[in-house]
């Protein structure tokens, strides 16, 4: 028996899983033989899971692997995990990350949190609620509905040239955007195997200008497209690595996949290039006067501090501390979100549960991981090691210990 062996496994598993939850598998390039037709129930999915967990974690492998057999097996209890969720076991919000994603959100302080919200009321200085106010001055930053598919191609073309500087992109990689409604995400990249994603920008909701490079890098370049590509080319098909042809959502990938992502805005836009690519070039494509742009760029700023607050409010109202409406309030209160979009979030809450946890605590334990292992600090550094992380990706426990 080889290790390739228990990997073709693994696959067969949580294929045959995916099959009783309709978004457990994100994306599959991997053979057809391996996809079973049959619904396989969930109780002998449970005995197949715990007999090749035993296997992988008896199996004597050479240095070389360690790694891959620690990541599989991470993915194994994980996929074992969501298969007793979905049976109707219940666990709490950190018990839940830590076993789906190998991480658990730090404890966020509603003191702290309303500190922040004293900077945003300063900067705004409105007679009206901070929410009321958030949501009037965020009007003038809105982009266009028929501007919108304008803006996002200028978008993208400037995230693929500064990632195409530091990472070599398959000849053919390409993508395709789409724009759809009635969905609880903002944004989805689908990669469909050979280079090759789907785009889809959810247009239930305005988009604010900020959020057409964020979007750009995160679901293309560095993001959830290169990533995928690189994970393709390299583990599947050089290294024949099968394991790496299917991605798992709810699993330890995800904090890596939305982590990297998110770290991968900053990696291509510093603060100025981000705010001057933006002003000089998207503000004028989206029809947007300049004017307020210095305090816009401000009230970001202390926007950003305000991320954790929506992996408390899950929390609470996961582990059924907190209504529903309470929940909707809070995200109200510290996402500045209108009523509207914040039950909208509280929708994704609930669909993906504490898979929230992946983009700010991801994206902090990447950066972090990056910033460890960095000796000079440059940006051709700080990209050889990005793209090192995403050809041999490793889990969130993984990038704390090294």
């Known amino acids: 028996m080889t290790f390739n062996t228990l990997a073709r496994e693994y696959v067969s598993l949580v294929l045959s899983l995916g099959k009783h939850h309709k978004y457990y598998i994100d994306a599959y390039y991997g053979p057809d033989e391996l996809r079973s037709d049959t619904l396989i129930s969930l109780d002998d999915l449970l005995l197949s899971f715990n007999t090749l967990i035993k296997k992988v974690d008896a199996f004597v492998i050479d240095e070389a692997q360690v790694r891959r057999k620690e990541f599989l097996y991470l993915h194994l209890l994980s996929a074992r995990t969501f298969l007793k969720m979905i049976q109707g076991e219940k666990i709490s919000f950190n018990e839940e990350s830590k076993a789906l994603f190998d991480a658990v959100s730090p404890v966020v302080e509603e003191d702290t949190l309303n500190t922040y919200l004293d900077e945003l009321s300063s900067l705004l200085s409105s007679p009206a609620s901070l929410n009321t106010a958030m949501n009037h001055f965020m009007q003038d930053f809105i982009i266009p509905r028929d501007k919108l598919d304008l803006v996002f191609k200028a978008a993208m073309s400037e995230s693929r040239l500064r990632c195409k500087e530091y990472i070599d992109l398959a000849s053919n990689e390409n993508f395709e955007i789409k724009y759809v409604q009635d969905q609880v995400w903002s944004a989805y990249n689908w990669y469909k ?151 909208q979030r509280l929708a994704f809450i609930k669909a993906n549960r504490s898979y929230v946890i992946n983009y700010n605590l991801g994206e902090d334990i990447v950066k972090d991981y990056i910033n460890k292992h960095k000796k000079n600090g440059s940006e051709k550094e700080k990209w050889a090691i990005f793209h090192d992380l995403l050809k041999n990706p490793k889990t969130a426990s993984m990038m704390l210990r090294t």
């Open 193 to 343: 195997g050979n280079n090759y994603s789907v785009i889809e920008l959810n247009t239930d909701f305005p988009m604010y200008i900020s959020r057409a490079l964020d979007l750009a890098c995160h679901e293309a370049y560095p993001g959830h497209h290169v990533f995928n590509s690189l994970m393709e080319k390299h583990l599947f098909n050089e290294k024949g690595f099968i394991e790496y042809s299917v991605y798992t959502l709810y699993s330890p990938l995800s904090l890596l996949a939305e982590g990297s992502a998110n770290y991968g805005i900053e990696l291509c836009f510093d603060e100025k290039s981000k705010r001057d690519f933006e002003v000089n070039v998207l503000f004028p494509l989206a029809l947007i006067d300049k004017k307020k742009a210095a305090l816009y760029y401000k009230v970001q700023e202390v926007l950003k501090k305000l991320s954790y607050a929506v992996n408390m409010i899950a929390q609470q109202y996961l582990d059924s501390l907190i209504s529903e409406e309470k929940a909707i309030e809070l995200l109200m209160k510290y996402n500045l979100s209108s009523k509207e979009k914040s039950i």
